[in-house]
């Protein structure tokens, strides 16, 4: 990054000039759209029509605005990196946590961790994130799987957002998994959840979104119904894992609780996705999820397109089935597996993405009235993006109007 950011750190107002393409999904029109030798007028990190003040010279260089990722996993204690080796080896999930792997060894590492090893660990993880351009970031609870350390991770989630520049939005995933206490009870664990720690979750108001991984073996329909249905009546707003592995129904159901996403769908059903245009439910795809664990399952991008429904997508960033942060890098994997156009994937990195967080009117495309969440990047045009898969080619990073440092 240039020398020119840190003496334009702490401006109220500027212009960044000289922008040699500025590209950003524009939702009055519903088109990616490009316009040459432009500049941007930000005031009190908002963009303006018209603005005075210092300037801030692109060099002729592409301009977009800062990625939202709407789907992550980053309060846990270590990436289970084992696991790779093991899989490799054809080692199955179960025999996997047989060894002391998969989700239970990610749940004895939150709930051993205190609060500042938790904060320590996912404030390094933000700036990883921010330093890639992702500048709002959805962030999921779903290790601790007690009411205690479901706290602790969101408590967790909102310390490290108060001091970080990036955005974080919090959603409770207290159905994640069932817990080992509850391995074979797992009614109980549903009352726990819907008796005990839904109702703490509102009370603590940390919490955006209630998620839960529905999927035959997880939770099934009816008890992800019974747990969206409270969510919604603690005022937490549902969205689901759904039908990565199977078709579980898991679409229908988001169709009919209302969910603002359904995510995976690696396995949704005709009937599911026509429920799901219906009533409008975007689907968040993490390509990067099939890609880390070897498989070819890719979810059906361009058949969910075909019927209306808006397409997110996010990293799916765990510590199990995969560790990727770049949101250019799902885009390549989107435009290489899922035949998106490298428009599509850009609209579906920022502001669909966004729209699945519902705060498409404030952040994920540079018009008038929205946040300044910016990249300045070291390349020329949109389709250079997705295929730097190493260093990413970002000069400046402007995050509420503010250069963030890297
Ligand atoms: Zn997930």
């Known amino acids: 990054m240039n020398n020119q950011k840190s ?70 204690k270590d990436l289970r990196i084992d696991e790779v080796a093991m899989r490799k ?8 946590a ?13 709930r051993n961790a205190s609060e500042d090893e938790l904060i320590e660990l996912v404030s390094k993880r933000m700036d ?26 969101l408590k967790v989630i909102h310390e490290v957002n108060k001091h970080h520049e990036i955005d974080m939005i919090p959603t409770f995933l207290g159905a994640h998994a069932f817990p080992p206490e509850f391995a074979d009870n797992h009614d109980s664990y549903v009352d726990l959840l819907c008796n005990e720690m839904i109702p703490a979750v509102a009370e603590q108001g940390i919490a ?15 008890q992800s119904r019974r747990i969206l249905d409270t969510a919604k009546e603690h005022g937490l707003i549902p969205r689901l894992h759904a039908d990565e592995f ?12 209302g969910a603002i996403s359904a995510d995976h769908l690696m396995a949704v059903s005709e009937v599911g996705m026509q429920k799901m245009a219906d009533k409008n439910i975007t ?44 949101m250019p890098f799902i885009m390549h994997l989107a435009i290489k597996h899922m035949g998106m156009t490298v428009e599509q994937a850009f609209a579906s990195s920022t502001y669909f993405s966004v729209k699945a967080l519902n705060l498409e009117h404030e952040v994920g495309s540079l018009t008038t009235g929205r ?26 990073i402007f995050k509420n109007g503010k250069a963030i440092d890297s």
């Open 89 to 96: 080896a054809g080692a199955t999930y179960e025999e996997i």
């Open 246 to 257: 199977e078709d579980s129904g898991a679409a229908e159901l988001a169709a009919d609780v």
């Open 98 to 110: 047989a060894k002391g792997g998969g989700i239970n060894s990610s749940i004895n590492g939150v």
């Open 7 to 76: 003496s334009i750190k702490n401006y109220q107002s500027f212009l960044l000039e000289n922008i040699g393409q500025l590209t950003t999904f524009n939702p009055d029109s519903g088109e990616v759209e490009t316009t040459s030798n432009t500049s941007l007028c930000i005031e009190d990190g908002i963009i303006v029509e018209n603005v005075s003040g210092e300037s801030v010279d692109c060099s002729g260089c592409l301009v977009t605005p800062g990625f939202v990722d709407p789907h992550t996993h980053p309060v846990f």
């Open 283 to 326: 689907a968040t795809l993490l390509p990067g999820t099939t890609f880390f664990l070897d498989k070819d399952t890719y979810a059906p991008a361009q058949t969910l397109k075909e019927m209306g429904i808006d397409i997110a997508l996010a990293t799916d960033f765990n510590p199990g089935s995969c560790h990727i942060q770049s």
């Open 208 to 222: 955006v979104f209630c998620d839960v991984f529905c999927e035959n073996g997880y939770f099934n329909v009816g």
């Open 371 to 396: 946040k300044a969440d910016i990249i300045v990047w070291d390349v020329e045009k949109l389709e250079d993006i997705p295929f730097h898969n190493s260093e990413l080619p970002i000069k400046m």
């Open 128 to 153: 990883q994130f921010l330093k890639m351009g992702t500048t709002t970031i959805e962030c999921k609870t779903g290790y601790g799987l007690n009411t205690e350390a479901e706290l602790k991770s």
